[in-house]
């Protein structure tokens, strides 16, 4: 089974300190590079990752990527083409959706698809970048309980969010 993550581009992009205060065209390179170092979506090369973005694609000054796909919306809202995709999907389970846009997130949830918020999807991204530059090979994506301690998920999310303020001024 392969996982399809779709990330409502600004929604995320809002949502992360160390790229929010950039120029538009900068952060969603930024945006792109953090995707590409942490591979949220998981090792396994049927995974898939879409960043849809409201706009034209002739903003994007950014190089295309191998693992990271970019979508703009041109002439309709980026919540409507994500919608579109969940719709004419054959698998929409397969499909997790990154936004903290309620409306958005009922609508592809009722359809089937997952729903992370960014906070979750950011927490996740960073613990697979970790397993993956230690070396270690990611299980689903996720640390193996068994190995090193373990401390509850929203802790862990408010230790990220405090070293975040701290190291990605």
Request: charged share 30%; glycine share 10%.
């Amino acid at each position: 089974m392969s996982r399809q993550v779709l990330l409502d581009g600004y929604n995320v992009l809002r949502k992360m300190p160390q790229l929010c205060d950039l120029k538009l065209e900068d952060g969603r390179r930024g945006l792109v590079r953090f995707l590409e170092a942490n591979r949220p979506q998981g090792s396994s090369p049927q995974n898939s990752i879409t960043i849809v973005f409201d706009g034209k694609d002739d903003v994007w000054g950014g190089e295309s990527s191998a693992e990271v796909r970019v979508l703009f919306s041109k002439g309709e809202s980026a919540d409507d083409l994500i919608k579109q995709m969940v719709e004419n999907s054959s698998c929409p389970g397969e499909i997790v959706l990154v936004t903290d846009d309620r409306d958005l997130g009922y609508y592809c949830k009722a359809q089937g698809s997952q729903l992370w918020s960014v906070a979750q999807f950011l927490a996740q991204a960073r613990k697979t970048g970790e397993i993956l530059k230690s070396g270690a090979r990611p299980k689903g994506g996720r640390p193996d309980p068994a190995e090193g301690k373990n401390i509850p998920e929203r802790t862990a999310n408010q230790i990220n969010a405090e070293l975040s303020r701290l190291w990605l001024k």
